[in-house]
Nanobody
Framework: QVQLVESGGGLVQPGGSLRLSCAAS????????VAWYRQTPGKQRELVAS???????SHADSVKGRFTISRDDANNAIYLQMNSLEPEDTAVYFC????????????????WGQGTSVTVAS
């Protein structure tokens, strides 16, 4: 089993910055694609950014130029640097990781964190 724990959310004024972190632990052989999603009440969860192992990051148009996803594979960590925050960025942010584990055989499974709340308001 794998656990993803997000941190770094909070209240920030418009134009401010936050850095979200996601720590992965458990039965991890390697991590494939990682991603950040966000969700507001009554809306579907939307993809904010993703990054494959050894590949280039991709960001949603709504956050391009303001948010940056990164990963530290040596420490099984995922980050989202958020700059120039806008009230529209208010949401619960979730990290997601596709993880190779081993239980006598290798398997790939997708895991989610519990979410961290970001509120952008003056």
């Amino acid at each position: 089993q794998v656990q993803l724990v997000e941190s770094g959310g909070g209240l920030v004024q418009p134009g401010g910055s936050l850095r979200l972190s996601c720590a992965a632990s458990g039965n991890i052989f390697s991590i494939e694609t990682v991603a950040w999603y966000r969700q507001t009440p009554g809306k579907q969860r939307e993809l904010v950014a993703s990054m494959p192992r050894g590949g280039s990051p991709s960001h949603a148009d709504s956050v391009k130029g303001r948010f940056t996803i990164s990963r530290d594979d040596a420490n099984n960590a995922i980050y989202l640097q958020m700059n120039s925050l806008e009230p529209e960025d208010t949401a619960v942010y979730f990290c997601n990781a596709e993880v190779w584990g081993s239980n006598g055989y290798a398997y790939l499974k997708s895991y989610w964190g519990q979410g961290t709340s970001v509120t952008v308001a003056s």
